[in-house]
């Protein structure tokens, strides 16, 4: 019994590394793993496989003829009964054990998780109930099996019923409490309702089909000598395995495609069709006997996965921050949280798929400390790369939080309003934003060249010569970056500020970029200016304006008696809660000049930058009040008669 269990141990270990090859590649090192995993002997492991098939129905008799012995010389009879100990032992304890445990875990199912978080506690606690009760079943089962006086080589039939069994429990517990098909609010995955069910059943399938694979060649080899009979058996679930994959692909993207009907637009990227080449490209490399091409394939794969799903898997998890979607909600400030999560769920992916090509490759613990073998060299070198990206993700991250939370604390931008300091902040954070973007992305992929024993010398010296080779072929786009440079250093302009250029351009300013300002005219149109060409620039939205116009009124009027109305009319505009506020100086008024039956009026005030089309309008308003009041009226109202006198001839 204890041989077998340690015999079953190895195979759970082997299982990973190898599947189709023999014991004697165990002994390869260094390159001459790497020479043999590219040059396999597809011929012989092809007739290999001919001659499993070809020896697996004699072998099988004679375990057939095994067995009728066994069930003549009253062997079988005491196995059934054994076995049916084993049964009732163990299931009379589990079924003690749920007496107890049944209530608890149906309050935990019958409540309803207010958010994902939530919902990964009662996960917890459902997999604590529901795993110690297979807990229990199992040591009940080998603690007996191991005291009961079995038949020759029936133990190790036991123990591969009872592994088989245990798996497929264990794998239908864990999905179940993922999926939670018939409790949505307790589900720790983003997939639909109609899926979960599919998904549950299909991996405790597959988890049959696996669990055969592995156990019951093992259990013909070892015990019913019978090598050729286990190789077809594994070659046979393996077909099964892939069959199953296919098919569980191909409706998943039937669903899918039959949801999307009418909605979708844009041509979606063809998942099914690359999982379906993986699926058969495994398939294949394990049958023709690239098995380690094939587990590193699927390793592979599975990584890929993991990372492209990462940010959905995570982001999940945080959907009452994030108003149910990936992105956050526009109101909302931005959590750092998740942000983080999500680099430290990538690294790790990353750092695991790595860790899983060890034992494929059949690289000892020894050399790996050591760094004598290519593949242990190959991969510290790009567990370091990864290790360095995790560090510098972590923090662009956190000096990304720190921008767009600053972003958006500050206020939004009005036209109207007048000019605030944050409309600094607002220019340059975003240009700050996208230069540290590409300082990280440079100083890294230097970085992980190093990294990875590429001399990055040649590349600096290189890349020095080819910016000056830009340098000179591109001496209007230096130009435009460096007049930027000065003009954002000097605070010429800044996000949301009226200007006008020497070019004859103005507008507002809505965007800045490295090499160009977006300019919105007040009719609408945007204009994109690089910084060459803007020139001299007059900003229209600092400090103050001063507001000018004329009131044309007849010659019969007094003009103190109007000055005075004008300045009564600044006072209480000056007062107004709305409007004095914006006024700088009160609205004055004296006579400018006096034309043939007309005195003309100049009026003006001081306001802050944009406002001095609202104060112009209330000032308007309050003057054509008070001439109503007056009895005075504008000139040329009305007909009038202008005399004038010609001197009389010489």
């Known amino acids: 019994m204890k041989s077998w269990l340690v015999s079953l141990a190895e195979a759970v270990l082997l299982l990973f590394a190898d599947i189709a090859l023999s014991a004697a590649d165990a002994d390869e090192l260094g390159s001459e793993r790497l020479t043999g995993l590219a040059s396999a002997n597809v011929g012989a492991n ?5 001659e499993d098939f070809a020896l697996a129905t004699s072998e099988a008799k004679r375990l057939a003829a095994d067995v009728v012995v066994a069930l003549n010389d009253g062997t079988a009879v005491r196995s059934v009964t054994f076995a049916l100990i084993l049964v009732v032992v163990g299931a009379g304890l589990e079924w003690l054990y749920w007496t107890f445990a049944a209530a608890p875990l149906r309050a935990v199912i019958n409540r309803t998780a207010t958010t994902p978080r939530h919902a990964v506690g009662l996960a917890l606690r459902r997999l604590g109930y529901l795993g110690f009760g297979v807990m229990l079943f199992t040591a009940s089962i080998v603690g007996a099996a191991l005291i009961l006086p079995w038949p020759p080589n029936v133990d190790a039939l036991v123990i591969t019923t009872t592994a088989l069994v245990v798996a497929v429990r264990s794998t239908w517990i864990i999905a179940d409490v993922v999926v939670s098909p018939y409790h949505p609010s307790l589900r720790l995955v983003a997939i639909q309702s109609y899926r979960s069910t ?8 597959l988890t049959v089909l696996a669990a055969t694979a592995l156990l019951v060649p093992q259990l013909l080899t070892t015990v019913g000598s019978a090598p050729h009979l286990a190789g077809a058996v594994r070659v046979g679930m393996g077909g099964l395995v892939t069959v199953s994959l296919l098919a569980a692909v191909r409706i998943a993207s039937w669903r899918e495609d039959g949801r999307d009907n009418g909605r979708r637009k844009r041509p979606r990227f063809p998942k099914a069709l690359v999982a379906s080449s993986v699926i058969v490209a495994t398939a294949v490399l394990a049958l023709i006997g690239g098995g380690r091409i094939a587990a590193m394939l699927v390793d592979i794969a599975i990584v890929a996965a993991l990372l492209g799903a990462s940010k959905r898997i995570v982001f999940f998890f945080w959907r009452d921050n994030t108003a149910g979607d990936e992105e956050p909600a526009a109101d909302a400030l931005p959590d750092m949280l998740p942000l983080i999560v999500l680099a430290v769920f990538r690294f790790v992916t990353s750092l695991t798929g790595i860790a899983g090509l060890l ?11 050591s760094g004598s073998n290519p593949v242990a060299q190959v991969a510290l ?8 990206a995790f560090i510098v993700y972590l923090g662009w991250i956190a000096i990304r939080f720190a921008i767009d939370r600053r972003l ?14 944050n409309t600094r902040l607002l220019t340059l954070l975003p240009l700050l934003r996208t230069t540290l973007a590409i300082v990280f992305v440079t100083l890294f992929t230097l970085s992980a060249l190093w ?31 460096i007049s930027g440079v000065f003009f954002l250093i000097e605070d010429v302009f800044r996000i949301g500020e009226y200007i006008e250029s020497g070019t004859s351009t103005k507008g507002t300013v809505e965007h800045i970029s490295f090499r160009t300002v977006a300019l919105r005219h007040h009719n609408g149109p945007l204009t994109f200016v690089p910084y060459g060409l803007l020139g001299t620039v007059r900003n229209d939205s600092r400090d103050w304006v001063i507001d000018k116009f004329n009131i044309p009124l007849p010659l019969s009027v007094d003009s103190e008696k109007i000055r005075k109305m004008i300045k009564g009319i600044g006072e209480d505009l000056a007062l107004d809660p709305e409007l004095g506020p914006l006024i700088r100086e009160p609205l004055k008024g004296k006579l400018y000049r006096v034309d043939p039956g007309i005195k003309i009026f100049r009026c003006k005030f001081m306001t802050a930058p944009g406002c001095q089309f609202d104060v112009r309008t209330a000032a308007l308003k309050g003057i054509e009040a008070a001439l109503v009041e007056a009895g005075i009226s504008f000139a040329g109202a009305g007909p009038q008669t202008i005399l004038i006198r010609r001197a009389p001839d010489p």
């Open 451 to 481: 990294t990875l024993g590429i001399q990055i010398a040649p590349l600096l010296a290189g890349a020095g010569i080819f910016g000056l080779a830009i340098g000179f072929g591109a001496q209007t786009l230096v130009r435009d970056v």
């Open 359 to 369: 034992p494929i490759m059949r690289v000892p613990l020894s050399q790996l400390t």
């Open 381 to 388: 070198h790009v567990a370091d790369t990864v290790a360095l």
């Open 198 to 205: 599919f998904v549950v059943s299909g991996v405790a399938w």
């Open 408 to 421: 958006r604390q500050l206020a939004p931008l009005d036209p109207h309003s007048p000019a605030a300091e």
């Open 46 to 50: 092809l007739q290999a496989l001919r």
